[in-house]
């Protein structure tokens, strides 16, 4: 206990000599330098974010894209209606269709490094495992992105009129927002991908996007009641600023933070949401791909073929887990309270260069 | 204040009316319930699709249809709710009556031991924040939020129920698995205690040898096949609670209060073969709640026996230990229970299931039988919920204990010498438990209808299993009684938690703002 005392004194003695070493930092830099380097410098979210777009170009250049009348040629060798032969050398007594991808190499007794021609293994049908999980994370990344799209300008353009207004526009939108919230979001989910989903994946990603803004509208509102109280907006409106000008250009920016941030963990939740609903048929359905959908069709395979069941269910996590890193970096950055650990090196360094003013 | 409820209640009611009007009818044009009878061959079908629009009243177009579905509910003011038929011309009433305490049952645990669970690692990552253990907590807890919980049931489903069982079959833990355990709980405990390096590793020797000594004693004596604690190591963990409850609860130096819990430790055992006995032979519901006020009773007149002054926190400290001594006795009691339950034919030493609410080969008439049976049902699903939802819990206690200590009264508290745990305990628990009430309130309501993947996964037949029948089947009244059930307990679970905030702080006044 004492030591824990003391050591708290020492904190804050030491308290502006932080702040200063902070200052230090940010001496000279706009608001977004500051915040990029702070999002820089958070080490899970950068490598979360090289992984996303990395796996986005992975999986997205994989297949074979129709783009319009054009066509583009994926870098595997099958597609999602391709039906090879099941195979079954190499497997285990009694199975096929395992996957071929090996890391162990030769001299250790492996098949050698490599990924062989079915690195995932092959479905019932023989159809190729990395081509289906390749089609299924396709969807989810889309599905993810519409709904954070679709989502996210519907709650800042609600959330922004009503805490701009306030007033009766204010009441209005918030009691309709209450209203989509009581409906929880998994059953509104399975309402409308019951009855859109055999529309396609992106009419199911609209429409579950058009019910996914409501906690991001409250959060804007918030923002944008207290940021409407502050002496720069009076001082736009002095001036002679219109009110959309006073929206977009003042008070906007300075909430894009709550934004970003909210629109994140609303693409982390999007894509467990949409997997939720495949799994339970609801969401995507059979002749196309979701990873929810492989993971519900081959569940009882688990003990017999376990590829079947750990692939879709590792790009799920890793997609997921990177954009919620990617979130808490862009809060962090975000945060004017957020403060970085003080390790000795910058103390050090801030003693060398008041030495050296000295 | 009543004024503010009555006008919030107004409100609710208002919003419940259109979001339900929304949904009914967004429902009802999507699907056609008659559409497989149109299609089919059958020769009855035009008598069954005439039938069917009686029982449904499908003659009436939805937005009407939607205010007879209406003045069913509204007739339940008048203590007689109806939420029409189903397809199959049952009472949807019915129907819920009997799904909403199986979901309550699924729900209930997992969000206590997740409420519980993760406000307790979330306090302690606060407290050692940027040490190893906070980051790693902090990727687990990111992790847990990014898993799909289907997911998580298989893999349980494989390596907890069907592997234990194996397991069970001939319960030696193999060295590698003692070695493992014992390594990875060193690690843990000295990353939460921390200190010096030279305290890490003490910490570390201590908790891993100890972990290995008592994994091999377990394994030598066959202990999970023929679990039990009996009188001795009851009062072991008894004297441990004691001393722990009431280091948190008031602090060791409070001698009146370590006491009396001490009292409660040595009741326990001295009361083990009267409770024994009165378990054998009078077990029901009745006896443990009677059990459960008879020790707070115990406590109140302990707490009063060894506190001259302050007599509050000691009677709280000696109840909170006899309420978790009363727990380890039953759990002592339910072990016993295992291996006659393991025995059972039904059972065939299989005993973690995978599926199922309950087994329905099981001879009912005995409580510990029935009551064991409930519970090794729920272990699967309770689990998965439990890692999916604590996470939250993690991130949101941590991030408000880290805001409360930076708060000018913890430096006052410190600054008048108080002692950290008070500090701790007192100052800053208090006031981070203040927001992170309304989310439990909420959570609460949110989780009863948002257990219908869990319910899917592990054959529950709750609220989730009738919201897929309804939607499969295009069953109106069923899908409205759900929503309507799980909307109003949303709405209603976020008036109380804005009405419980203004009770605890009481800066916050509801009704103004």
């Not at chain 1, 009129?161 to 509104?188: C, E, H, K, N, Q």
């Not at chain 2, 494989?158 to 833990?173: D, G, K, R, S, Y």
């Not at chain 2, 006795?329 to 006659?340: A, G, H, S």
């Amino acid at each position: 206990m004492a030591k824990k005392n003391t050591s708290d004194v020492e904190t804050t003695t030491q308290d502006g000599g932080e702040n200063a070493i902070f200052n230090k930092e940010t001496e000279g830099l706009s608001q977004g330098q500051i915040v990029l380097r702070r999002f820089v410098r958070h080490r899970g979210a950068m490598t979360s974010l090289f992984i996303i777009v990395g796996l986005i170009l992975f999986v997205f250049s994989a297949l074979d894209q129709k783009i319009g009348p054009f066509k583009v040629p994926g870098w595997w060798h099958y597609g999602t209606e391709d039906l090879p032969e099941l195979r079954s050398e190499g497997c285990k007594e009694g199975l096929v269709g395992c996957p071929t991808f090996s890391l162990r190499p030769k001299f250790l007794g492996g098949a050698g490094f490599g990924l062989g021609e079915h690195p995932f293994g092959q479905d019932d049908i023989g159809r190729d495992y990395f081509a289906l999980v390749m089609r299924g994370a396709q969807r989810s990344i889309m599905v993810m992105f519409v709904i954070g799209i679709i989502g996210g300008t519907l709650g800042t353009i609600i959330g922004a009129i009503s805490g701009f207004y306030r007033g009766w526009i204010d009441a209005v939108l918030m009691r309709f927002t209450d209203f989509i919230i009581t409906i929880p979001a998994i059953i509104i989910g399975s309402v409308v991908g019951y009855h859109f989903g055999n529309l396609g994946v992106g009419f199911l990603a609209f429409y579950l996007g058009l019910f996914a803004w409501t906690g991001l509208s409250r959060l804007v509102r918030g923002e944008f009641l207290t940021l409407r109280e502050r002496e720069f907006v009076d001082a736009a409106r002095v001036a002679g600023a219109s009110n959309r000008r006073i929206i977009f250009k003042h008070i906007l920016p300075n909430a894009v933070g709550v934004i970003i941030v909210s629109v994140t963990l609303l693409m982390s939740g999007a894509i467990l949401l949409e997997t939720a609903l495949s799994y339970l048929g609801f969401g995507v359905v059979a002749p196309d791909v979701s990873l929810g959908l492989l993971i519900s069709q081959y569940q009882d395979s688990f003990t017999t073929r376990p590829w079947l069941f750990w692939y879709p269910g590792l790009f799920i996590i890793t997609i997921a887990l990177s954009i919620n890193f990617i979130g808490d970096g862009l809060r962090d950055a975000f945060d004017p309270r957020q403060r970085r650990r003080i390790t000795k090196k910058d103390r050090e360094s801030a003693k060398t260069v008041k030495k050296a003013g000295a | 204040m009543v004024a503010y409820i009555f006008r919030r209640l107004g409100i609710l009611s208002v919003i419940l009316f259109g979001s339900s009007f929304i949904l009914y009818n967004l429902a009802a044009i999507s699907g056609d319930p008659l559409e497989a009878l149109r299609t089919s061959t059958d020769p009855n079908a035009k008598q069954q699709i005439l039938a069917l629009t009686r029982t449904l009243q499908l003659d009436v177009p939805p937005p009407l249809r939607y205010f007879l579905w209406l003045k069913g509910i509204l007739a339940g003011f008048t203590g007689h709710i109806d939420f029409g038929k189903t397809r199959d011309a049952q009472l949807v009433t019915s129907a819920i009556a009997t799904a909403v305490p199986t979901t309550i049952r699924l729900v209930f645990l997992a969000t206590i031991t997740a409420i519980v669970l993760g406000i307790t690692i979330g306090i302690v990552t606060a407290l050692r924040q940027y040490s190893r253990f906070d980051y790693a907590m902090t990727f687990v807890s990111f992790l847990m939020f990014s898993l799909p919980i289907f997911w998580v049931a298989v893999l349980l489903k494989e390596f907890l129920a069907i592997q234990f069982n194996n397991f069970l079959a001939n319960p030696q833990i193999p060295i590698i698995w003692i070695t493992g355990l014992s390594v990875a709980s060193g690690v843990i405990w000295s990353a939460i205690i921390s200190g010096d390096r030279k305290r890490v590793w003490q910490i570390f020797g201590v908790v891993a040898l100890g972990t290995a000594a008592l994994l091999t004693l377990l394994s030598l004596t066959s202990w999970f096949a023929k679990p039990g604690l009996g009188p001795i190591v009851v009062f072991g963990i008894s004297i441990g609670i004691a001393y722990g409850v009431t280091q948190l609860s008031t602090g060791l130096q409070n001698k009146a209060a370590l006491r009396s819990a001490q009292a409660m430790a040595v009741i326990a055992l001295v009361l083990y073969y009267p409770n024994q006995w009165l378990f054998d032979h009078h077990a029901n519901w009745l006896l443990i709640f009677a059990q459960l006020a008879a020790t707070i009773g115990i406590a109140f007149v302990v707490g009063l026996k060894f506190a001259k002054i302050d007599r509050g926190p000691t009677i709280r400290t000696a109840a909170i230990a006899g309420f978790l001594i009363g727990i380890i006795t039953l759990l002592d009691r339910f072990m016993q229970t295992w291996n006659p339950y393991m025995s059972t034919d039904a059972v065939n030493f299989r005993p973690i299931p995978t599926t199922g609410q309950v087994n329905p080969l099981l001879e009912p008439g005995n409580f510990w039988f029935t009551t064991l049976d409930i519970l090794v049902h729920m272990i699967l699903p309770t689990i998965a919920l439990t890692l999916i939802s604590f996470a939250g819990y993690i991130r949101y206690s941590r991030g408000t204990l880290l805001e409360v200590l930076n708060q000018d009264y913890i430096r006052t508290a410190r600054a008048k010498g108080l002692n950290e745990r008070t500090v701790i305990m007192r100052h800053a628990f208090r006031n981070t438990m203040i927001p992170l009430t309304t989310i439990m309130v909420v959570d609460f309501a949110g989780l009863i209808g948002g257990a219908i993947i869990t319910e899917r996964v592990f054959g529950w037949i709750g609220m989730g299993t009738l919201f897929n029948k309804a939607i499969n089947s295009f069953d109106l009244n069923l899908l409205m009684a759900v929503f309507f059930i799980t909307a109003s307990l949303s709405v209603i679970a976020n008036l109380v938690a804005d009405l419980l905030y203004s009770a605890l702080d009481p800066r916050i006044r509801a009704g103004k703002g």
